[in-house]
């Protein structure tokens, strides 16, 4: 992707892909500019994948890339490490914080921890799975995928 703070799509921002992708790639990728203002470089170790062996399989990782990049963050929080010492990457959750989630449950999926027991604590990074109340946070933006998802109510964290 070039060129993401152009007001409208070119072919040649979007080098490799055919036109009807290259728009709705180029499109999400504007939208995430536009909400954050931030450009990053994608990371080698997913623009150099020798895995992926057709074109398909290229735009599909893209698209995921882009959605997971759109979902909501919370803040990291610190809990205790007897707490947190339990939890691994990509564990499902039931979050429920007073200050980020108005009080009320919203299904998260951890996407970074860091356990320490030199400080005794877990620093943990939640990404949003489930839907806020929309006076909560904004969610006027079309590309805020809110998805609504089944209750596993296997964990349910409150600081």
């Not at 909400?35 to 399989?57: G, H, K, L």
Request: charged share 20%.
């Amino acid at each position: 992707m070039t060129h993401i703070d152009a007001t409208e799509w070119q072919s040649s921002y979007t080098p490799g892909y055919k036109d009807a992708d290259g728009v709705v790639v180029w499109n999400a990728c504007k939208v995430l500019y536009n909400q954050f203002r931030w450009v990053e470089p994608c990371p080698a170790e997913f623009s150099d994948q020798n895995m992926i062996a057709d074109y398909d399989t290229v735009v599909y990782c893209v698209k995921r890339k882009i959605a997971w990049m759109n979902r909501w963050r919370l803040p990291t929080i610190t809990v205790s490490y007897s707490k947190g010492n339990a939890y691994n990457l990509f564990t499902h959750l039931m979050v429920q914080l007073p200050m980020h989630t108005n009080n009320t449950l919203v299904e998260c999926i951890i996407e970074k921890l860091v356990k320490s027991k030199n400080t005794g604590t877990v620093k943990i990074d939640f990404v949003v799975l489930g839907n806020i109340e929309n006076a909560w946070y904004d969610t006027s933006d079309s590309m805020n995928e809110k998805v609504d998802t089944s209750d596993t109510g296997e964990h349910i964290l409150d600081q």
